[in-house]
């Protein structure tokens, strides 16, 4: 992995962190829109995920989700510092252990029978790659070429591709 590789990876999983709300879609499912979901990594996981979503078993994106598929999540930081769109695999996992690291008031809100609720679906997403912008502000590139560099050369390095697969 190269250092901008890295740097783009790093500024990702921070931004998701931050920020958490991601826009997630089913691939592939023409009758399926990207839904906003919350997303959260465990602690103790390294930065590569898996990413997990709580949701209802009656959400559209759950009732089409009989195996696991692959998922596209969009991504805009709250700052609009940084975009990325990420793939990877989405699997139905009620897993008690992980429901119960992650659970907090915020998702207790949402089911009345708490972390028993019949209705209560967790997802999880295995990240495999992503493509991640920077967002080079304007006025700065701006800046740069009043200067005499060129600001395409210099963004190079803020765009780009990432392998987020375990490795």
């Known amino acids: 992995m190269t250092e901008a590789e890295y740097t783009l990876e790093s500024k990702l999983w921070k931004a998701i962190k931050d920020d958490r709300t991601v826009m997630l879609a089913l691939a592939g499912v023409e009758e399926g829109h990207s839904q906003p979901m919350t997303a959260q990594m465990l602690h103790d996981e390294d930065e590569r995920g898996p990413i997990w979503f709580f949701t209802s078993k009656d959400n559209d ?67 495999e790659h992503a493509q991640v912008w920077l967002n080079e502000n304007s006025l700065w590139a701006g800046m740069k070429l009043l200067l005499g560099r060129d600001p395409k050369k210099e963004y190079k390095d803020k765009v780009g591709n990432v392998e987020l697969g375990r490795h």
């Open 61 to 127: 994106l759950v009732k089409a989700l009989a195996q696991s598929q692959r998922a596209v999540v969009h991504f805009s930081s709250k700052d609009h510092e940084l975009f990325a769109s990420l793939h990877g695999e989405l699997t139905l996992d009620n897993n008690r252990q992980i429901i119960d690291e992650l659970w907090n008031a915020f998702i207790a809100a949402w089911f009345e029978g708490g972390k028993n609720d019949p209705k209560l679906q967790l997802i999880r997403l295995d990240p």
